[in-house]
């Protein structure tokens, strides 16, 4: 009677510790959990992103110091990055020309810097 009772026990604890986990697998795959691991992630990976472009920007920094000091240069701690530059490509013109009857404007010729050549210019 003593074993019987012993494997009883022994299975009703198996069945308890198996529904357990069941239950708390099936918990962690509903959508809401898996949103809500999804974003942890993504906030995880962002600090690691961030820390690394930190460590980056130090090495940076120090290494830039010691390519100054063994070229002998001497530049301001607190230096700022020169202002951008504005290129014109083009020059927007209205010309207008006056005639005794009529008022002609020509109307400016447009050049991308992407295609400096009109195409159409050649046929």
Known sequence: MLRRTFWFTAGAAAGVWATTKVHRKLR???PESLAAQAAN???DAGHKVREFAVD??????RREAELGEALGLEAPAGRA???PRRLTAIEYTDRTEHTDRTEHTERPRTTHSYNPYDRNEDH
């Open 56 to 61: 980056v920007r130090a090495g940076m920094l």
């Open 41 to 43: 992630k993504a906030i």
């Open 81 to 83: 990055l020169p202002a």
């Open 28 to 30: 962690q795959l509903t």
